[in-house]
C-alpha cells in the first residue's frame, strides 16, 4: 500500500481562531499519521460489487457509464401503474384536463429531478446518507425505513399484477396463493447483484422488448376493437373544487417517491454526464416517457379494450391480455420484471441501511433481498388493498414533504465547499430537516384523515404539505445557528483532492475516498469511514464530547 508523501499528510488547515489554547495542543500533538493512497482498495470493490456502497460515498472511481446506469433507472418506465393512474385520472376529470396536469407533471418531476440528479452526481450520497445532513442521524433511520416500506409496497402492487396476469391466462380457478410464490421466487434471483454488474445488463437488454411490446398492444387493441379517437374526449365524472387540470396535477404530486428513486440511482453517475443524466436518465425526456407517453397508452388501451369500465391496475391488465393474448402476458411479464427489479433493490438497500444504522446489524444486501421476498409475499396473502391505500397516502405526505426539504436545503446551501456534511461525528441526533419533516407530516396526515373529504384544502394537501415543510425548514435554519458538531481536525483538510485521495480505516482498515473520512477522538484521532463511525456509540460520545470544547466556525455553521 502505498503512502502519500510527507507534506499531503502532515498538512492540517485548521482555523486556530476558532479552537480554545487547550484544545489546540491536543490537537497538534495527538493527530495521528493517515495512511494515504491514491488507488482503490481491491477488498472494497469486491465487497461493494453486491453492496453498492451503500453505507458509502460512491467515489469517482465506482461511477458507471451513462448508457448502464440509463438503463437501470429507466426499469421505472415500465410500472403498469403509470398506465393506470393515467386512465383514473382521465376518467375523473375528462382527457383535456388530464393532458394538461399530465403535462404539467411531466416539466415539473423533469425540472425537480434534473436538480437532485446534479447534486446526488456530486456527493455520491444514498438517500441515507443525504437525509443525515439535513434530519439528523435519527432522521437518516427513519428515511431509510420509509424509503424501504415504501418501495416493499410498491413491489406488492407490482407483482400483484404478474400474479394476477398468470391465474387468468394458465389457470382461472387455481389458488391465487401459488401464484404470489412463483412471482417472489423468481423475482429474488434478479437483484442479488448491484446495478453496475446486473441490473443495468437486464434492464438494458428488456427495455427494447418493453417499447416494442407496448406498441404491438396498442396495434393489436385497436385491430381487434377498432382505432378510434374516443379517448382525447372522455368526459368528467367528479367535480373536484379546483381546476380539473390541477387536480392532475396534484394527484401525480402524490408520487414524489420517484424523487428518492432518482437520489438513490444518480449517485452513480459520472461527473462528465452529469448533464445527460439530469437531462435524459433522470429529468424531462424520462417524465416525457413516463407520464405522457406511457399515459397516452394506458388510455387507449383501457377505454379501446373496455370502453367506460371503472380503472383498476387489475382491469388494464385484463384489457392488455384481452387485448393481445399470449403477447400481452409476456408485455405484462416484462414490464412487471423491469420495474420489480428497480423496487426490490431500493427496498433491500435502504432495509440494510435501516438494520445497520437503527438496529447495529450488518448483514449482506442478499439477505435484506431474502426479506423484503418475504414480507412482499406475506402482504400479497393479506387483503392488501384495503390497507396499502392508506399507507402509501400517509406515506406520500411523508415523502412531499422530506422532497420539499431537500430543495429548500439545496436552495440555501448552494456554495458549500464539499457539499452537504454527513458524517456521523459531524452532524447532531436532530437536525432542523426533523423538526420540518415532523411538522408538515402531522399536518399533512391530520389534513388527509380528519378534512372534509371534498374540501379545498383537502384536494390541495400536497401543495400545502410542501409549502409548510419548505417554510418550516427555511425559518428553523434561519433561527438555529450551530447546527453541526465542531471538531477540532479534519482529514478533508489533510490531503490534496478528497475524492481520488483513498484513507485508510482504522476500525475495518479498509481505504474509503477522503469525502467521507472522519478522526476518531476515542482512538487517539485515527481515521474512521462513515460506516464504521455509526452505530459506534463510542466515537459519537467522544466526537460530542470533542464537539462541546469547540466553538463552531462560520464555515460550519453554513
Given amino acids: 500500500m502505498t ?3 510527507g507534506p499531503v499528510l502532515g498538512r492540517c488547515c485548521l482555523d486556530a481562531r476558532f479552537i480554545p489554547y487547550r484544545a489546540k495542543r491536543t490537537v497538534m500533538s495527538e493527530l495521528s499519521r493517515l495512511n494515504v493512497t491514491y488507488a482503490d482498495d481491491p477488498r472494497v470493490l469486491a465487497e461493494q460489487s453486491a453492496e453498492d456502497y451503500s453505507r458509502h460515498v460512491v467515489p469517482l472511481s465506482a461511477r458507471t457509464n451513462r448508457w448502464s ?16 393512474i393515467s386512465v383514473a385520472v382521465t376518467q375523473s376529470v375528462g382527457s383535456k384536463n388530464a393532458m394538461i396536469g399530465i403535462a404539467l407533471s411531466a416539466l415539473f418531476y423533469g425540472g425537480i429531478n434534473y436538480v437532485i440528479s446534479q447534486r446526488s452526481i456530486k456527493n455520491g450520497l444514498t438517500v441515507a446518507l443525504l437525509s443525515r445532513g439535513i434530519f439528523g442521524g435519527v432522521g437518516a433511520i427513519i428515511s431509510s425505513l420509509l424509503f424501504a416500506v415504501t418501495a416493499t409496497y410498491y413491489a406488492v402492487f407490482e407483482g400483484s399484477i404478474i400474479a394476477v396476469a398468470f391465474q387468468q391466462y394458465f389457470a382461472p380457478h387455481s389458488d391465487m396463493r401459488w401464484w404470489y410464490l412463483l412471482v417472489v421466487l423468481y423475482a429474488l434471483p434478479l437483484v442479488m447483484g448491484s446495478v453496475q454488474v446486473w441490473l443495468d445488463k437486464l434492464n438494458g437488454a428488456l427495455l427494447p422488448l418493453y417499447i416494442v411490446g407496448l406498441a404491438l398492444v396498442i396495434f393489436m387493441a385497436g385491430n381487434k376493437y377498432g382505432f378510434t379517437t ?5 368526459p368528467a365524472s367528479t367535480d373536484p373544487v379546483v381546476p380539473g387540470w390541477m387536480w392532475a396535477f396534484i394527484v401525480y404530486m402524490g408520487i414524489c417517491v420517484n424523487m428518492m428513486v432518482t437520489a438513490e440511482f444518480s449517485r452513480f453517475g459520472k461527473p462528465a454526464d452529469a448533464r445527460f443524466h439530469g437531462l435524459i436518465t433522470f429529468g424531462p425526456v424520462f417524465y416525457f416517457a413516463l407520464f405522457i407517453v406511457n399515459g397516452l397508452a394506458g388510455v387507449f388501451i383501457m377505454n379501446t379494450v373496455f370502453p367506460g369500465l371503472q380503472a383498476s391496475e387489475r382491469g388494464v391488465a385484463e384489457a392488455i391480455l384481452n387485448a393481445a393474448g399470449f403477447l400481452g402476458l409476456i408485455f405484462i411479464l416484462i414490464s412487471q420484471t423491469r420495474i420489480n427489479t428497480a423496487n426490490y433493490y431500493v427496498a433491500s438497500l435502504n432495509f440494510a441501511g435501516f438494520a445497520a444504522r437503527g438496529l447495529r446489524l450488518s448483514w449482506p444486501r442478499w439477505v435484506w433481498v431474502l426479506f423484503v421476498g418475504c414480507c412482499v409475499y406475506l402482504l400479497m396473502l393479506t387483503n392488501v388493498f384495503n390497507y396499502l391505500l392508506k399507507a402509501l397516502a400517509w406515506q406520500g405526505v411523508a415523502v412531499t414533504a422530506w422532497v420539499a426539504i431537500l430543495m429548500t436545503h439545496y436552495a440555501l446551501n448552494r456554495d458549500a465547499e464539499h457539499g452537504l456534511e454527513f458524517r456521523p461525528g459531524r452532524v447532531k441526533a436532530i437536525m432542523p430537516g426533523a423538526w420540518a419533516m415532523i411538522i408538515s407530516t402531522v399536518v399533512g396526515i391530520a389534513v388527509v384523515e380528519g378534512g372534509t373529504k371534498g374540501s379545498w384544502y383537502v384536494e390541495i394537501a400536497p401543495i400545502l404539505i410542501s409549502g409548510l415543510a419548505a417554510l418550516s425548514y427555511w425559518v428553523i435554519v434561519k433561527c438555529v445557528a450551530g447546527e453541526v458538531i465542531a471538531r477540532s481536525s479534519d482529514p478533508r483538510d489533510e490531503v490534496v483532492d478528497v475524492w481520488l485521495a483513498h484513507i485508510e480505516c482504522h476500525v475495518c482498515n479498509r481505504s474509503y475516498s ?8 476515542s482512538a487517539e484521532q485515527q481515521a474512521i469511514c462513515a460506516s464504521c463511525a455509526e452505530g459506534n456509540y463510542i466515537f459519537l460520545q467522544s466526537a460530542r464530547e470533542e464537539g462541546s470544547n469547540m466553538r463552531v466556525s462560520p464555515a460550519q455553521a453554513r
Fill in 3 to 5: 503512502i502519500a508523501p
Fill in 69 to 84: 446506469l440509463t438503463m437501470a433507472s429507466w426499469s421505472v418506465l415500465s410500472a403498469m401503474f403509470y398506465l393506470y
Fill in 230 to 234: 374516443s379517448f382525447l374526449s372522455i
Fill in 514 to 521: 477522503a469525502i467521507e473520512m472522519d478522526r476518531d477522538p
